[in-house]
C-alpha cells in the first residue's frame, strides 16, 4: 500500500497510459497476493478502458482510488 500512493499521485493527473497500465498491473499482482476482489475488479476496469482509450472513463476510476485505498486498510487491518 505504501507503494500504491506514490504512484497513484503521479499517475492520475497526467493520463500517461503506459504509467495507468503499469498501475492497474500492480494492483492486480496485490489483489491476486492478497485476493481482494475488490481490487481486481478494479483494476480489470482499468485494464479495459485502457484497451479502449476512454479518457473520461480513466480519469473517473483513477478518482476514485482513495476509497479503494480504505477498502484494502479495512482489509489490512481486519
Do not use: G, H
Amino acid at each position: 500500500k505504501n507503494q500504491l500512493l506514490p504512484q497513484w499521485e503521479k499517475i492520475k493527473d497526467q493520463l500517461v497510459l503506459f504509467r495507468i497500465e503499469e498501475f492497474a498491473n500492480d494492483l492486480f499482482e496485490l489483489s491476486m497476493r492478497f485476493n481482494f476482489v475488490f481490487l481486481t475488479n478494479y483494476a480489470n476496469k482499468i485494464i479495459s478502458q485502457l484497451e479502449i482509450i476512454d479518457l473520461e472513463a480513466i480519469n473517473k476510476s483513477l478518482n476514485d482510488f482513495p476509497q479503494i485505498l480504505d477498502k484494502i486498510d479495512n482489509k489490512i487491518k481486519k
